[in-house]
């Protein structure tokens, strides 16, 4: 039994921010730890997004990564390619994996910036050797950077939540939205969207967060947003859910100036039982997290240059919040282990690795998470296994 990227995430997963206004309780830092082993899945062109599944039915973690307009299938744990989408302009910037027809198996849902596009992919009876067939969820949400999985409006079935961050050519300009599949998705109906935050998420937003904010058992929703100064960007925010989700959220102001906030995760980072958000500044500088209730700014890694990339969860198993992140500016990929109280200590994964898309996920099967990077620049797909289980035994 292997641990998907959703399944270790907080809430349901993903994102933001930046700060060097408050340095109180800095990470330190272990850059003279020994680097984790690298293994290749793809190697020679740009991949923007991948994502980690049991696509083949085996039982075991596969991979399914998009690069030069490709969306490509690598079973583990040998990762031989198969190409599941060659479609011209199919150039997802990221995914989400969930089962969108309720079959029992993973399917796989790409996300195009500009123009905006979100597909899904049906894992068939057969994934190696019958096609995929693909559908459309959504065309009319534009400039989506960051999608995220969710049951946004809690009857048990997975939603899309997605950014829609231009301000032309989409009904939601600058704007926050969440999809629902259709009750019969294989008829290829267009999913259903609602724009929690109209015109009301400006900047070039990217990625989000979902979890339960203020304790009212409905999941809201965070992202960061780089650009202009505020209003317009360099925010991290966050959205109150209402009672019935297809109305407006309330939105909230996390922080302000923070040059390229990018992503945002809620959780409860010093276990005090109120929520608060890990985020990082991915078109700027640091990786920080916000204490709960005054949103008081701690710097985790204050000078890392462009962490584009954020999860939040608990890498080494001790019952707290950690995060990684690789940083296409230093390239460099870190993990930050908490101690249960909010302090952290730096750990230096991976150097010379870009990314634009970074999961958590057990692909050795072994116990442990290991860092599945999607490498910009890189041109790569990559995963770093953690050494920490060895370590231990």
């Known amino acids: 039994m292997f641990t998907t990227p959703a399944a270790r995430r907080v809430s349901v997963p993903f ?35 991948a994502i980690a599944g049991d696509f083949t039915k085996d039982g075991r973690p596969d991979i399914i990564a998009n690069s030069a307009e490709k969306t490509r299938l690598f079973v583990g744990p040998n990762w031989t390619e198969v190409i599941l989408d060659a479609t011209p302009g199919h150039d997802f910037i990221h995914s989400e994996t969930f089962d969108v027809d309720g079959d029992g198996d993973l399917d796989f849902i790409g996300a195009r910036y500009q123009p905006g596009l979100i597909v899904w992919l049906e894992q068939p009876d057969r994934p190696l050797t019958d096609p995929w067939p693909l559908r459309v969820a959504s065309k009319s949400v534009n400039g989506i950077h960051g999608l995220l999985r969710g049951d946004v409006d809690r009857d048990g079935r997975m939603d899309v939540l997605a950014t829609s961050a231009q301000p032309v050519d989409t009904p939601f300009p600058e704007s926050l939205v969440w999809l629902g599949a259709p009750r019969r998705p294989r008829t290829g109906a267009l999913w259903d969207v609602h724009a929690f935050a109209l015109k009301d998420a400006p900047g070039l937003t990217h990625y989000l967060g979902f979890g339960d904010v203020n304790g009212d058992g409905r999941p809201d929703a965070a992202t960061g947003a780089k650009g202009s100064p505020s209003p317009y960007g ?160």
């Open 15 to 49: 994102l933001f921010a930046f700060g060097l206004a408050c340095l109180s309780r800095p990470g330190s830092v272990h850059g003279a730890d020994a680097l984790w082993r690298k293994h290749v899945v793809h190697q020679g062109s740009q991949s923007l997004t």
């Open 234 to 393: 360099n925010y991290f925010a966050w959205w109150e859910a209402p009672v019935h989700p297809t109305q407006p959220w309330k939105k909230h102001l996390i922080a302000d100036a923070q040059p390229g906030a990018t992503n945002i995760h809620p959780g409860d980072v010093d276990r005090d039982g109120r929520t608060d958000f890990i985020a990082s500044r991915g078109h700027g500088l640091g990786v920080v997290w916000f204490e709960a209730p005054s949103w008081r700014e701690h710097a985790i890694h204050a000078t890392l240059k462009e962490p584009h990339s954020l999860i939040v969860l608990d890498m080494d198993g001790d019952g707290d919040l950690d995060a990684a992140t690789c940083a296409y500016g230093a390239k460099e990929a870190w993990w930050f282990e908490n101690d249960g109280r909010g302090r952290f200590t730096n750990h230096l994964v991976a150097r010379d690795q870009e990314a634009y898309d970074i999961r958590g996920v057990d692909i050795d099967q072994d116990g442990d998470l290991d860092l599945l990077i999607a490498g910009r620049a890189s041109n790569n797909v990559t995963w770093y296994e953690n050494p920490r289980l060895a370590v231990a035994k």
